[in-house]
């Protein structure tokens, strides 16, 4: 975030574009991990998508002739591009783990479960 002093007085910084869609995924995305904690998910756009209320479509590229899954926010929003942007950042800030980015292979990191609050009980038993 810019420094306060280099802004005009009285300027307020715009909210990210897609600062509610992110969070939107963000929770669903958090809630799963963590309900399957310490499995790794493979996270798909197409299973995600009615957690964050969107409707999944398909659609056949005219330019590859390949059938893709979409699911987009009614701001415009792409919810695939969105979530791929948003598990790399999430990993490369420690939140989360990645096995593989190609499937979306992710597990929560001891950062991500702190975020949420939560420590495994059976770190505990191991004293």
């Known amino acids: 975030m810019l420094a306060s002093f280099l802004l005009p007085v009285g300027y307020s910084m715009p909210l990210p574009r897609f600062e509610t869609e992110t969070t939107v995924v963000a929770r669903a995305l958090f809630e799963r991990l963590l309900s399957n904690f310490p499995l790794k998910e493979t996270i798909h756009t197409h299973e995600l998508a009615p957690a964050c209320g969107l409707e999944v479509s398909t659609r056949i590229d005219a330019y590859d002739n390949e059938i893709h899954i979409a ?30 980015m190609l499937h979306y292979s992710v597990v929560l990191s001891e950062k991500g479960l702190e975020l949420l609050g939560y420590k495994p009980p059976f770190l505990d038993s191991l004293r």
Request: proline fraction near 3%; glycine fraction near 10%.
């Open 71 to 100: 699911a987009d926010f009614p701001s415009g929003a792409d919810m695939d591009k969105l979530l791929h942007d948003l598990l790399l950042w999430l990993s490369s800030e420690g939140y989360i783990i990645c096995g593989d």
